[in-house]
């Protein structure tokens, strides 16, 4: 097999802004942005424990690896947004909901 004549991997996060760019809000596609930097926003500690899931407005839904995370991320919730708008130099998200999840 010629692997040569492969196409590269794309992360997800580049073909949902492709693809979705003339179908959503300004805001939206910002929000995407969310997906590249979600460990430079939140560190790595957090980012192996839990990942963005999706988003609605200004609510971006976080999935969890145990029930321990989602109490401990929810006394960081305010710190975790101000690291979360500072990092996509706005201020898009204004709450997180957190869900024990698969990531």
């Known amino acids: 097999m010629n692997t040569s004549s492969k196409t590269p991997l794309a992360h997800v ?19 995407l942005k969310i997906f590249d930097m979600w460990e430079d926003a939140v560190g790595e500690s957090v980012s192996m424990n839990a ?10 839904l976080v999935h969890v690896s145990s029930s321990a995370w989602m109490h401990h991320l929810y006394f960081q919730k305010h710190e ?24």
């Open 51 to 60: 990942k963005p899931a999706a988003f609605k407005g200004d609510l971006l």
């Open 13 to 31: 996060g580049s073909i949902l802004e492709k693809s979705l760019g003339s179908y959503r809000r300004k805001n939206d596609m910002d929000m």
């Open 80 to 103: 975790l947004i101000e690291k979360i708008n500072t990092t996509l130099g706005s201020d898009l998200v204004r709450e997180l909901k957190f869900k024990i999840g698969c990531f």
